[in-house]
């Protein structure tokens, strides 16, 4: 059987497993659960910590993962990302006292906290620069101020937690991470091509949705430039020869707006539908 790991807490979890049910696979119904066999799919899932989720995959004992590129990076594990899933975004970021650092070679000697040595150490090598490393884990946020380090690395959404502590954000971005999945170097077959192709259904799902609408013959090279498709459009006759019905994907983000001009030029009955699953 296929075996893949699946975070069992924090932001990744819930919307980890929401996605494999979505693909079709079975979940868990006990939260103290450690593994659920789907026999039907002809998978085992196991739910682990995030951050320790490459270092299984990447030994091998467990075919692919869910997990951050962060913890991937961070891990220093020989597993390797195949997709990317499109949630769990996060980015990294440098801070320090305001005005004492502008720029990523002023950290050359300094103390630098985070409870990301592996994936920042590699950064601040890659870029030469020679700081100390403090490990802390979690809320590296008051080093500075309770005097552990002269700088911090940590994620930032929007910096109001760094601003918070007084801290300014300097440097270039260290990361943008989001949720991807990971497969030992071992891992083939079946099994993990149908799980990469059911997840990217998901995606494809999520992100797009079906619009129908009906638009006078004359008319349909305009409309269809506004719902070109994937490939192309879809065009049915109707009983009156001079109007046809057409179905495309548009994206869900954009739905309104491409309503409003399929509507400006002249398309009638025009309704949005959800898409439950998708094979692209």
Do not use: C
Request: glycine residues 10%.
């Amino acid at each position: 059987m296929l075996k893949v790991a699946v975070p069992n807490k924090g932001s990744l979890s819930d919307t980890a497993s929401e996605m494999l049910s979505e693909a079709g696979y079975v979940g868990r119904r006990d939260p103290r659960a450690l593994n659920v066999r789907d026999e039907r799919n002809g998978v085992e899932f196991f739910y682990l910590r995030p951050r320790d989720i490459a270092t299984y995959v990447g030994s091998g004992a467990l075919d692919v993962g869910i997990t951050g590129r962060d913890l991937l990076l961070d891990s220093q594990s020989p597993a390797v990302e195949i997709a990317s899933l499109d949630f769990g975004g996060s980015t990294f970021r440098f801070a320090g006292a305001p005005g004492r650092f502008t720029e990523l070679s002023d950290l050359n000697g300094v103390r630098v906290a985070t409870s990301y040595a592996g994936l920042v150490g590699a950064f601040l090598e890659r870029n030469g620069v020679d700081a100390e490393l403090v490990s802390l884990d979690g809320a590296v946020e008051s080093a500075i101020r309770l005097g552990v380090a002269d700088a911090v690395a940590d994620v930032v959404s929007t910096g109001s937690t760094l601003r918070a502590q007084g801290l300014e954000i300097f440097g270039p971005v260290i990361l943008d991470s989001t949720a991807v999945l990971i497969s030992s170097s071992t891992a083939e077959g079946d099994g993990v091509a149908t799980l990469q192709r059911r997840l990217q259904g998901v995606l494809v799902a999520r992100q797009f949705v079906l619009i129908d609408y009906d638009v006078p013959v004359r008319l349909l090279e305009a409309a269809t430039k506004v719902t070109p498709g994937i490939e192309s459009p879809t065009v049915s006759p109707l009983q009156d020869p001079e109007w046809v019905a057409v179905r495309s994907m548009v994206r869900r983000k954009d739905t309104n707006h491409v309503m409003d001009e399929l509507y400006a030029v002249g398309a009638r009955a025009i309704l949005v539908s959800t898409i439950h699953a998708a094979r692209i």
